[in-house]
């Protein structure tokens, strides 16, 4: 399976830190990240790309943008994909872990999220039939032991999926590409809340065969060199890469 991991115009240092702490993990291809400049929304609501009511800010546009062209790409293709964030740190065994998770699911998948974000509840369907299964994640701690991560080996097994938030690791099938894109697109708001990619996504999971690794395979870092961009664009203070 081919793997990508997105990375903005200009941020070589968050590439080379990606590359770092992946280094067990040669074989990514670089995606360079598409920013959005403000002045492009009525062109993509007219595009059918955006609803009219769409209330998500440009760092959230800018990262839906990249990965639904991904997505496009996959269902052009019809290869599946491996998507990566910048911020993504993988587990010293993850392509053993990955490909076992792969031969588990025998090719009858949509997407797999091998991690997903610490700081927001994630529910797979543990026990089919019986009871779904929240969890929580100490999202601190996770961030000081971080830096050990490239070298700790994870078992793992993939869960049905009903919930979880971060796009920062998984892949998507040529069936899932297409799923996600008639689901998502026109990116919208969900419950008058700022629109998120993550969000929207999270409602389909639990109609289509959308699965979790767990334990999770990959953590993140830190902020993604685009998310980074629109902190420093606003005078905000970037985070600490990792």
């Given at each position: 399976?081919?793997?990508?991991?997105?990375?903005?115009?200009?941020?070589?240092?968050?590439?080379?830190?990606f590359r770092q702490s992946n280094a067990h993990f040669p074989d990514i291809e670089r995606f360079q990240a598409i920013i959005d400049d403000g002045n492009s929304q009525a062109d993509l609501i007219n595009k059918g790309f955006l609803r009219s009511d769409f209330s998500g800010d440009s760092a959230a546009l800018s990262q839906a943008l990249t990965h639904t062209l991904l997505w496009s790409s996959v269902l052009s293709e019809q290869k599946p994909l491996m998507i990566m964030e910048?911020?993504?740190?993988?587990?010293?065994?993850?392509?053993?872990?990955?490909?076992?998770?792969?031969?588990?699911?025998?090719?009858?998948?949509?997407?797999?999220?091998?991690?997903?974000?610490?700081?927001?509840?994630?529910?797979?369907?543990?026990?089919?039939?019986?009871?779904?299964?929240?969890?929580?994640?100490?999202?601190?701690?996770?961030?000081?032991?971080?830096?050990?991560?490239?070298?700790?080996?994870?078992?793992?097994?993939?869960?049905?999926?009903?919930?979880?938030?971060?796009?920062?690791?998984?892949?998507?099938?040529?069936?899932?590409?297409?799923?996600?894109?008639?689901?998502?697109?026109?990116?919208?708001?969900?419950?008058?809340?700022?629109?998120?990619?993550?969000?929207?996504?999270?409602?389909?999971?639990?109609?289509?065969?959308?699965?979790?690794?767990?334990?999770?395979?990959?953590?993140?870092?830190?902020?993604?060199?685009?998310?980074?961009?629109?902190?420093?664009?606003?005078?905000?203070?970037?985070?600490?890469?990792?």
């Open positions: 399976m081919r793997s990508v991991f997105i990375n903005k115009e200009g941020a070589e240092n968050q590439s080379t830190i910048d911020n993504a740190l993988l587990c010293q065994n993850f392509v053993e872990q990955r490909q076992k998770i792969l031969g588990q699911l025998n090719d009858d998948w949509d997407i797999i999220l091998f991690g997903y974000d610490f700081d927001a509840s994630c529910v797979i369907n543990a026990i089919p039939g019986v009871s779904p299964c929240g969890f929580y994640f100490d999202f601190n701690q996770m961030r000081k032991a971080a830096y050990t991560w490239h070298s700790r080996s994870v078992e793992a097994n993939a869960y049905p999926l009903l919930q979880a938030s971060g796009l920062y690791c998984y892949a998507v099938s040529p069936r899932g590409a297409r799923l996600l894109l008639e689901a998502c697109i026109p990116l919208r708001s969900l419950s008058n809340q700022p629109f998120s990619l993550d969000k929207q996504m999270s409602a389909v999971y639990p109609k289509i065969k959308a699965f979790a690794a767990f334990p999770p395979l990959a953590i993140s870092g830190n902020d993604n060199s685009t998310m980074s961009f629109f902190k420093e664009k606003n005078n905000s203070r970037p985070a600490v890469s990792i």
